[in-house]
């Protein structure tokens, strides 16, 4: 029996890592000298040399980082700190990929059997072009580990965005802290209803508190010299001649564009601060925030958390499930809490201290989270994971018009060459892949049903790509000596693959991947 060969990844290139460790030695070294010539300490040369010197560090990094792996096990190094581990101690080699802006980075993990993740340096791809070489590459390492260890399962798992094995850091970081936000408007909540409830109050002083009392409003005559009006979101200002009461006073956009040089107003002062701005032609006031718009800002904030408790509730529930399977999509939950958002925003707002003061407010409150309720219930039960192949054994209606059911094989075949189908097609004339749901045949491929048999039926997996929605089932069919994937709702996978036999549908095709 041949013996597997070693795998070793390195960085690709060497040139550019000892280029920039080149830089990172330089840097310090042309900063000092410019800082022992100068006699002093010239920030920006300072900054050039911190830039050339992480410049330096991530160029050793790309020096020193390797993954290898052989009969005795897996081991990596990198700047920081090594690892090794027998292929006993490893229970799957795994692939995740992260989503980044118009790209997908796919890296390998490895799993031990305590459970821990090690995130391997090497090899990553993040384009199509590298993928021949990546792929290649995480197929030695799962060939080394058959041959030398006992994986935990027979197929490649990829982690993907909604996946069963991605964690809940980030959900519950998320949540964390918009639930922090609402604590934190929510708090305010009362002393801004207070402060506008003594601003509504407030009276002019007596002649004797004038300039004391800060609880009453205090009128000051001045002359407008001159504004300035802030292009975008700035602060605008209004000035006043000899600086008398007080030098300028910060507006809106709207009020400081409303007066003139030379025009006369009066300030109103309360607490310390100008409030009003009067002229003869123009008149800006402080803009006093609303309990209820405070309350608005707490509930959206409790509404925004419950997207990412979705996710945690989601990814919870499906804990026991492989780390690959595609988990159901949160959008029942979101359209909960828009329906949810509906009632509520305007409910905090015309009710902001949540306790309603009148019948309608009572009875809008019930109303409201009786609808909630009914919402969150119908998002629970559309979330279940329901078991694969379940629907196989329902009876199928016979029939000799063509009916078109959404359907793709994710492989490319002679039937469905380059994965153009969308949809297949049932009727007398046979199963056949089309690019379009009908009405005829146009561009039909018919499929040979005759070479065609059902390994299995299972849910959606991380490998089978964003293109599968996550309510839909995949039949593994063997076609001749290759595998294809049909995937498709499960109703709709039912009729098909009854179509695909005259005989009721094995037994194996309601079980699921273990």
């Known amino acids: 029996m041949s013996s597997l060969p070693e795998v070793t990844c390195r960085t690709r290139s060497r040139r550019l890592p000892w280029f920039f460790v080149g830089l990172g030695a330089a840097g310090p070294v042309l900063a000092a000298a410019r800082v022992a010539g100068a006699g002093e300490v010239p920030d920006a040369w300072v900054l050039a040399g911190c830039v050339l010197a992480s410049l330096g560090v991530a160029g050793a990094y790309g020096l020193v980082v390797r993954v290898r792996a052989d009969a005795s096990g897996l081991s990596y190094r990198t700047l920081l700190h090594r690892r090794?581990?027998?292929?006993?101690?490893?229970?799957?080699?795994?692939?995740?990929?992260?989503?980044?802006?118009?790209?997908?980075?796919f890296r390998v993990h490895v799993v031990t059997r305590g459970g821990r993740t090690w995130r391997?340096?090497?090899?990553?791809?993040?384009?199509?072009?590298?993928?021949?070489?990546?792929?290649?590459?995480?197929?030695?390492?799962?060939?080394?580990?058959?041959?030398?260890?006992?994986?935990?399962?027979?197929h490649l798992a990829v982690i993907s965005k909604g996946t069963a094995g991605r964690g809940i850091g980030l959900p519950v970081l998320l949540c964390?802290?918009?639930?922090?936000?609402?604590?934190?408007?929510?708090?305010?909540?009362?002393?801004?209803?207070?402060?506008?409830?003594?601003?509504?109050?407030?009276v002019p002083c007596a002649a004797e508190t004038a300039g004391r009392d800060e609880d009453c409003l205090t009128t000051l005559p001045a002359v407008v010299s001159r504004t300035e009006v802030?292009?975008?979101?700035?602060?605008?200002?209004v000035y006043f001649a000899d600086g008398r009461p007080v030098d300028r006073v910060p507006v809106?956009?709207?009020?400081?564009?409303?007066?003139?040089?030379?025009?006369?107003?009066?300030?109103?002062?309360?607490?310390?601060?100008?409030r009003e701005v009067v002229g003869e032609h123009h008149v800006w006031r402080e803009h006093f925030p609303a309990a209820g718009e405070v309350a608005v800002i707490a509930a959206i904030c409790v509404l925004a958390a419950g997207h990412p408790g979705a996710l945690i509730v989601l990814r919870l529930r499906g804990r026991r499930r492989p780390a690959d399977e595609v988990l159901p999509s949160p959008l029942p939950f979101a359209g909960a809490l828009v329906g949810t958002a509906v009632w509520s925003l305007p409910y905090c707002y015309a009710h902001p201290t949540v306790v309603p003061g009148s019948a309608g407010g009572v009875a809008w409150a019930d109303i409201g989270s009786a609808a909630t309720l009914a919402l969150f219930v119908r998002a629970w039960r559309a979330t279940r994971l329901h078991a694969p192949g379940a629907v196989l054994v329902a009876p199928v209606e016979a029939g000799d018009e063509d009916v078109f059911l959404p359907a793709?094989?994710?492989?490319?075949?002679?039937?469905?060459?380059?994965?153009?189908?969308?949809?297949?097609?049932?009727?007398?004339?046979?199963?056949?892949?089309l690019p379009h749901s009908g009405p005829g045949r146009f561009a039909?491929?018919?499929?040979?049903?005759?070479?065609?048999?059902?390994r299995t039926v299972r849910r959606p997996r991380g490998g089978d790509?964003?293109?599968?929605?996550?309510?839909?089932?995949?039949?593994?069919?063997?076609?001749?000596?290759?595998?294809?994937?049909?995937?498709?709702?499960?109703?709709?996978?039912?009729?098909?693959?009854?179509?695909?036999?005259?005989?009721?549908?094995?037994?194996?095709?309601?079980?699921?991947?273990?």
Do not use: M
Request: neutral net charge; glycine residues 8%; charged residues 25%.
């Open 84 to 105: 090794r581990a027998p292929w006993a101690d490893l229970a799957d080699v795994r692939v995740r990929v992260r989503y980044v802006r118009h790209s997908e980075i």
């Open 120 to 154: 391997l340096p090497l090899p990553a791809s993040a384009s199509a072009e590298d993928r021949p070489a990546f792929d290649a590459t995480v197929e030695a390492l799962r060939a080394l580990h058959r041959r030398h260890g006992t994986p935990e399962s027979d």
């Open 176 to 202: 964390a802290v918009f639930l922090a936000g609402a604590a934190s408007a929510a708090w305010f909540v009362p002393v801004v209803a207070a402060e506008k409830a003594a601003w509504t109050s407030a």
């Open 230 to 237: 802030a292009r975008g979101k700035g602060r605008s200002w």
């Open 252 to 274: 809106s956009k709207e009020g400081a564009g409303g007066f003139r040089p030379g025009d006369r107003v009066e300030l109103t002062v309360w607490r310390g601060q100008v």
């Open 408 to 433: 793709r094989f994710l492989e490319s075949t002679e039937y469905n060459p380059h994965g153009f189908g969308t949809h297949i097609v049932l009727g007398d004339r046979g199963p056949a892949v």
């Open 444 to 454: 039909a491929r018919p499929i040979p049903v005759e070479r065609l048999a059902l």
């Open 465 to 514: 790509g964003d293109g599968v929605p996550s309510n839909w089932d995949i039949a593994e069919l063997d076609d001749g000596v290759r595998l294809v994937r049909l995937a498709a709702a499960p109703a709709d996978l039912a009729r098909i693959l009854r179509a695909f036999t005259a005989d009721d549908v094995p037994a194996v095709a309601a079980c699921s991947d273990g």
